[in-house]
């Protein structure tokens, strides 16, 4: 992506995508021809414009400084997410199989059948531990990237 600005026009950037400079430059001076032509524009070019004439910005210098941090800030909140949901998804199903938890800890004699139910309600088990520990953990990272993103944004916690 090509950021270009006009020399007396700086506050107007115009952005284009192409493979090559030449073109995205030429693109960007049609524009700017036509809102000058349009009068949308007010810029006065006494002796003509050149596709030259434009001043090209390099997209690093239109990101903050914070630019990474943002990013893992978001990013962060976005595995706590993650992380809720498939503890949420999980515990409906393991509040089902806890109960055949319980037979192990009855006098009562169990089939083979019982036992294999067992074990699959174990493994749902500790995927839902699994899951919530992973949710627990990223909480404290999670509540710190939420108030730096409010910060920036100027949110009401």
């Known amino acids: 992506m090509s950021y270009y600005v006009a020399p007396h ?23 700017l021809a036509c809102l000058v032509n349009d009068k949308s524009l007010k ?8 596709t030259r004439q434009l001043v090209e910005i390099q997209e690093e210098t239109l990101m903050p400084k914070n630019k990474e941090e943002i990013f893992t800030a978001v990013e962060t909140l976005a595995k706590l997410s993650d992380s809720k949901q498939k503890a949420q998804n999980l515990y409906k199903q393991s509040l089902e199989v806890h109960k055949k938890m319980d037979l192990l800890f009855e006098e009562t004699l169990l089939a083979e059948s019982d036992f294999n139910e067992i074990k699959k309600s174990l493994k749902l ?5 699994v899951a919530l520990s ?6 404290p990272e999670a509540t710190k990237a ?6 920036i944004l100027e949110l009401p916690e």
């Open 9 to 31: 026009q700086p506050e107007r950037l115009f952005s284009r995508k192409s493979k090559n400079e030449r073109d995205a430059r030429y693109i960007a001076a049609q524009e």
């Open 43 to 50: 810029l006065k070019m006494p002796n003509g414009f050149s």
């Open 125 to 129: 088990i500790r995927d839902y531990a």
């Open 134 to 139: 992973a949710y627990k953990e990223a909480l």
């Open 146 to 151: 939420r108030k730096y993103l409010e910060e």
